[in-house]
């Protein structure tokens, strides 16, 4: 079928519904199942890699075609559903990343229409109409995310946007106010949240399970250590965290992302200063780079030093205009300092923003240099296309690929040294002690 919105001949490949559909499923475990599931995934992880290449009429028709193999294979199941559901989301994502915000109602409408605590498609449904002028339908959207739970400053903002738009003046400042109280309140929360802004990810990689067995096969590793604690962060773990920052800055004194990450924990715990001194011995050493002049910002802020952390931001995105985190900042940076006008301009720039890229890729892509699996070599491949100026990731990619390469020869060796010991280990075999125990010379008469 043609991919929505591409206007070309492009075709994706489905599974004939009558075939699958006689086949009988037992269950989503067994079967046929994980095969398509497999199937599916893979169309996923393209969508993604075009997405992230800007190809998003192909990423589209990757994602529709993800979405076409699992519902057609059994969607009464409840997780395969589940999944099939996020490929919808994501090919949603992909229409609304390239203006087709028509489209992206469709597939979000049928998301919502299914499971209505979709988070992502209730999020996206949000933006979608608020980037088509319905400000009052984007609230009602944003309120059943508010009824369940989903406080964060991304919406806070978006909401802002809507009332402003609608002349609500009393509910654009409430919100606002909002969103720096949240930040007051979670000092780290307007560069660290994953607000379900990008695609849903229907099909992912639990990173923070691969980083723990990583970091058990590789403990002297500071980039390992530094990854899993920034996920540790993101999920909460403080205690744990500070742990894996500690052993990180043993293993890595003087390495940036790593200051970055200590920065980062002391931030969390309340310490601006303290942060503020790391970020700023960070900068000294990497200064080109937008992450660090947001969380200089960031850390002025909390300091009190409103006008500083204003220009360190700004900076920050004179370096990456597309910082979604930097621009959510800033709004809430600006309302704080009394800029109501600014801080709507920049809640206003950060709607606009279709993806937020990592914006810190070196120890993140470090890290899984150090242990490379096929699913490391794809997220290294990503980002280098994505991060064509950091010069980090260039040479993560090539350290993945050496360790790649050494694994392979150490695969082929393997087997090579197993056989020309084979005469040795049998010979001690035969004069263990073993055969002299009485019970078994027993057995042998």
């Known amino acids: 079928m043609a991919a929505p919105g591409t206007g070309g001949a492009r ?37 993604q890699e075009q997405l992230d290449r800007a190809g998003f009429g192909d990423a589209a028709a990757c994602f529709e075609d993800a979405a076409a193999r699992l519902a057609a294979g059994h969607p009464a199941r409840g997780r395969l559903q589940q999944i099939a559901l996020g490929c919808r989301a994501d090919l949603a994502y992909t229409h609304v990343a390239a203006q087709r915000f028509g489209a992206a109602a469709a597939e979000l409408d049928h998301v919502l229409q299914h499971d ?6 209730r999020w996206l449904r949000a933006r979608v109409c608020e980037r088509e002028g319905a400000a009052a339908v984007a609230l009602e959207h944003l309120a059943r995310l508010d009824a369940a739970g989903v406080r964060a400053v991304r919406p806070s903002l978006l909401a802002a946007a809507c009332h402003a738009a609608l002349g609500d003046a009393a509910g654009f400042r409430s919100l606002l106010a909002r969103a720096v109280a949240i930040t007051r309140d979670r000092p780290c929360a307007p560069l660290t949240e994953r607000a379900p802004d990008g695609a849903a990810g229907s099909i992912g990689v639990d990173w923070l ?97 409103i006008a500083d952390a204003i220009a360190a931001l700004e ?22 300092a009394g800029d109501a006008r600014g801080a709507l301009a920049a809640a206003r720039q950060m ?20 242990d490379p699996d096929d699913d490391a070599m794809r997220e290294l491949q990503r980002a280098v296309t994505l991060h ?11 350290l993945a690929h050496r360790r790649r390469e050494a694994q ?19 010979q001690r075999v035969q004069t263990s002690t073993v055969f002299t125990w009485p019970w078994i010379r027993a057995r042998t008469r």
């Open 209 to 305: 399970a691969r980083m723990r067995r990583s970091v058990a096969r590789r403990p002297d590793a500071a980039g390992g250590r530094a990854l899993l604690a920034e996920l540790l962060l993101d999920a909460g773990g403080l205690e744990e965290a500070d742990l894996h920052v500690a052993i990180a800055r043993t293993l890595a004194p003087d390495d940036v992302e790593v200051m970055l990450l200590a920065g980062r924990s002391r931030l969390a715990r309340g310490d601006a200063v303290a942060a503020l001194a790391l970020f700023g011995r960070a900068a000294a050493r990497r200064p080109g780079y937008a992450d660090t002049a947001a969380w200089i910002g960031l850390a002025r802020f909390h300091a009190g030093a």
């Open 351 to 370: 709607s606009l923003r279709h993806r937020q890229p990592p914006e810190r890729p070196g120890a993140f892509h470090r890290a899984l240099a150090e």
């Open 11 to 47: 075709t994706t490949r489905e599974p004939p519904a009558a075939a699958i559909g006689s086949i009988p499923v037992p269950d989503v475990t067994t079967g046929f199942v994980p095969e398509l599931r497999g199937a599916a995934a893979v169309s996923a992880r393209r969508g």
């Open 408 to 426: 392979a020869a150490a695969g082929r060796e393997r087997p090579r040294t197993a056989f020309s010991t084979l005469p040795d280990r049998m």
């Open 116 to 121: 209505p605590g979709h988070v992502a498609a």
């Open 388 to 398: 064509a100026g950091y010069p980090d990731l260039a040479a993560a990619l090539a």
């Open 315 to 336: 900076r920050s995105l004179a370096l990456n205009r597309s910082y979604g985190g930097a621009w959510q900042s800033l709004a809430v940076v600006r309302f704080a």
